[in-house]
C-alpha cells in the first residue's frame, strides 16, 4: 500500500443553529491532527452528529469555518479527499441497492457524466470489499445483510473512495464484538497508510484502546489532546453531567433567548 | 386457404377479436399508442418517486399546473410550456416557503399547490378560453388531438432522455443525498433535476390521465415493483409493465363500457397493486405470514456467523 500526504481539520469557532433557533453547537474550537485517529466523545444531543455534519457540509454553520488540509469543506471534497461512513439510522436499507452498488457510489466523483464505471473503478472496488472481507456478499441487497456486514458495505465504500480523511459517525453501534475488532484493525491499518480518521462514539470503552487523540463534546468543545491526557475522570464527568455542564446549559439558555 | 383458416380459428377466440376488433378506428389506435407511451414515461419516473419519498410532492405539482394550462390556452401558446411552468414553479415556491418558515414540508406543500389549484379555478371561470376543465381534472385520451399528441410526446422524451442520462445521479440522490455532497457531486441540481423531470411527466400524463389521477401514475407502478423486486433495474421492467398494460387495457375497457379512460387505467393499476401486495414472492402477505418464523431463525443464525 502506497503511503499519502496526512492531512488535518481546523474547526474554528463554530456556532450552529436549527430551524427552532436552538443552538446546537457554541463556540466550537477544535483540531483534528493530521495522520491521526481522533475520537469524538459526548454524550447523545451533545452535538457530535451536528459537528460531524457541519465538517461533512451537510449543515450549514451561522458562525464560524472548517478547513480541511488547508481547503474549503467544498473544495476538499470535490477533491475527493473526503469520505464519509454515515450512521445505520441514516441509511435506508430497504432501498434496492446491492452491496456492490453502493461501494461503486463511492467512485462516483471519479467517473465521468455517466458515471460509466471504468476498469480502474471496478478494481478498486473489488480490492475494497475484498479489504473489509465482504466479496461473498457483493451481491446481497444491503437490508439482508447484518449489522457488522452493514458497517462493512459502507467501510468499503468510503475506502473506493480513497478519501484521505475519513468520518465514521457511531461505527460501533449494533456491532458485535468480532467486528468491532476488524473494524479497529482496519483503522490503525489505514492510520499506517496516512489517513487522517474521526470517529464519534459514546463507547468508552473501546476509545483508550486505539484512540491517539480525544476531543470531548458537550455542545461545545470542554477538553481536547492526546486520549492519555483527556482521557480523566474529571473531564469524562464534566462532559457526561454534573456542575460545569450545568454552567454551559444555563450560558446556552440564555443564548437562545437572545437570539 | 391457409390464412382464411388461421383468421377463422383466431377470430373464433373472444379476447382476440376484443384486441383487434377497434384497431380499426384511427382515434382508438392512436389512444392505446399515447396511452402506451404516457405508461412507459410514468413508470420510469415513478420509480424515483416512490424510493425518494415524493408522492405528495407529485400530487402537488399535478394540481398547480392548472393556472398554467389556462393561461397558455388564453396566449395560445402549447399548453405543454404553462403547465411546466407553472407545476415547476410551484415546486421552488414549495422550497422557497419550507426554507424561509418553521413550517413542516406536508403543511408547506398543502398550502402552496390548493392555492395553485384555486388560482386555476379562478382563471377557467373568468378567462374565456375553450379550455374544459372536465378534461384537464379527469383526461380524456380519446379525443386528444394531434397538436397535444406531440406536446406528449415532446414531453414524454425531454423526460426518458434526461433520466437515462442522469439515472446514477438521481438513484444515488435518492438514496444518500449526503454521500453525494460528500463527493463533491451538486445536490442542488440533482434535486431540481428531479422537479423537472416530475413536472415534465405530469405534463406528459396530462391528457391521458387528468390532473386527478396523474399521480396514481406516478406512484403505483413503482410502488407494484417495488413490493416485487430488491434490484432496481428489475424495479424499472416491472413498473413499466404493469404500467403499459394498466394504460392500454385501461383504454380498451374505457371504450367498451363508456367509462372513464383515466378512471378505468387507475382502477386496473389498483388492482395488480393489490395482487402484489398480497401475491408477491418475498414481501407478499402470504408468503410473509408463510416466512416470518424460519426468517426469524435464519436471522439469528446469521447473527452469530
Known sequence: MNTIQPLDITVDNLSVTYNNAKLALYNASCRVQAGTITALVGPNGGGKSTLFKSIMGFLKPAVGRIIVGGLSVGKAQKKQLMAYVPQADDVDWNFPVSVFDVVMMGRYGYMNFLRIPTSKDRRLVNESLERVGMTEFRDRQIGELSGGQRKRAFLARALAQQGQVILLDEPFTGVDVKTEKRIIDLLIQLRVEGHTILISTHDLASVATFCDRTILLNRTILASGTTEETFTEENLSMTFGGLPLNSINHMFNHQSEAA | ?305
Request: charged residues 10%.
Open chain 2, 1 to 305: 386457404m391457409q390464412t382464411n383458416l388461421i383468421n377463422h380459428v383466431i377470430g373464433a377466440i373472444p379476447l382476440w377479436n376484443w384486441l383487434v376488433e377497434p384497431l380499426q378506428y384511427g382515434f382508438l389506435v392512436r389512444a392505446i399508442l399515447v396511452s402506451a407511451f404516457v405508461g412507459i414515461v410514468c413508470a420510469v419516473l415513478s420509480c424515483y418517486i416512490t424510493l425518494k419519498g415524493w408522492s405528495l410532492m407529485g400530487d402537488a405539482v399535478s394540481h398547480a399546473v392548472v393556472p398554467g394550462v389556462v393561461v397558455a390556452y388564453a396566449l395560445n401558446i402549447p399548453f405543454a410550456i404553462g403547465a411546466f411552468i407553472f407545476g415547476f414553479g410551484a415546486t421552488v415556491a414549495i422550497g422557497y416557503v419550507k426554507s424561509k418558515t418553521r413550517l413542516k414540508e406536508d403543511a408547506v406543500i398543502g398550502v402552496i399547490f390548493t392555492g395553485f389549484f384555486a388560482f386555476g379555478l379562478v382563471l377557467v371561470t373568468k378567462i374565456p378560453s375553450n379550455v374544459d376543465l372536465f378534461h384537464i381534472l379527469f383526461g380524456n385520451v380519446l379525443g386528444i388531438s394531434q397538436a397535444d399528441i406531440i406536446q406528449t410526446i415532446i414531453a414524454g422524451s425531454l423526460t426518458l432522455i434526461i433520466i437515462l442520462l442522469r439515472r446514477k445521479d438521481l438513484l444515488l440522490f435518492c438514496f444518500d443525498p449526503n454521500h453525494a455532497k460528500a463527493i463533491g457531486l451538486n445536490t442542488q441540481l440533482m434535486y431540481y433535476t428531479l422537479l423537472s423531470v416530475l413536472a415534465l411527466t405530469i405534463v406528459t400524463a396530462l391528457q391521458t390521465a387528468g390532473i386527478i389521477m396523474v399521480v396514481a401514475m406516478l406512484v403505483t407502478p413503482g410502488s407494484i415493483a417495488y413490493l416485487l423486486t430488491d434490484r432496481f433495474d428489475y424495479m424499472l421492467i416491472i413498473s413499466a409493465i404493469s404500467s403499459v398494460l394498466s394504460c392500454v387495457m385501461g383504454t380498451y375497457v374505457s371504450y367498451y363500457f363508456d367509462v372513464s379512460t383515466g378512471g378505468a387505467i387507475v382502477v386496473l393499476m389498483t388492482i395488480l397493486f393489490i395482487l402484489a401486495m398480497i401475491f408477491g414472492p418475498k414481501y407478499g402477505i402470504i408468503a410473509q405470514q408463510f416466512t416470518k418464523g424460519s426468517l426469524e431463525d435464519l436471522n439469528q443464525i446469521a447473527d452469530i456467523e
